[in-house]
């Protein structure tokens, strides 16, 4: 969807026309609910800003200033509540066995593929831990998202030398520990 179409939707809700709101939700639920799991690295805290970014987005949308695009304002509030949970939680967050998203995601499948890719899913969540949260968020925000550093510098506040740098930073480090994991 264009950013002239989520804008008109945003004047819709704002006249009054709650399905309007509705609209902008199932377009940027997902998106909110996979930063934010990426971020958390848990589903029900994931799930719990997923929420908090909704009812935010709600109340705040009159201020939305039209001056970037609606998804860049949405990942910045995301990006916010999960930094936030993070500082709170301190990183004691573990990717749990029982998790129903990943369940789901996989129903079907034999479960030799399941607990490979449940393996997998596990080591590259062990690796982001280990990088410091700037690092973290920026090779989040790049490589899963896919967001420019641009768009990420919109999010962060922060520059793009900076962004860039720590990106590089992030990536030798997870080359590192999967060149150690080899051998």
Do not use: C
């Amino acid at each position: 969807m264009s950013n002239e179409e989520e804008f008109e939707l945003i004047k819709e809700f704002l006249s009054g026309k709650e399905k309007a709101f509705n609209k902008l939700v199932q377009i940027h639920q997902k998106n909110i609910y996979w930063h934010a799991r990426r971020m958390v690295n848990n589903h029900a805290d994931a799930d719990e800003i997923t929420q908090e970014v909704i009812l935010t987005i709600y109340k705040k949308l009159k201020k939305f200033n039209f001056n970037s695009s609606l998804s860049t304002w949405i990942y910045r509030i995301t990006h916010t509540k999960s930094l936030n949970l993070l500082k709170r939680n301190k990183f004691k967050n573990i990717f749990s066995l029982n998790d129903r998203s990943i369940q789901e995601k996989y129903s079907g499948e034999d479960i030799i593929k399941k607990l490979e890719d449940k393996e997998k899913i596990e080591k590259v969540q062990k690796m982001l831990e280990k990088l410091p949260l700037k690092q973290k968020e920026v090779f989040i925000l790049r490589h899963f998202d896919e967001l420019s550093y641009k768009e990420i510098s919109l999010i962060t506040g922060k520059s793009i030398g900076t962004l860039k740098a720590n990106y590089f930073h992030a990536l030798t480090k997870i080359k590192d520990m999967m060149k150690d994991e080899k051998e």
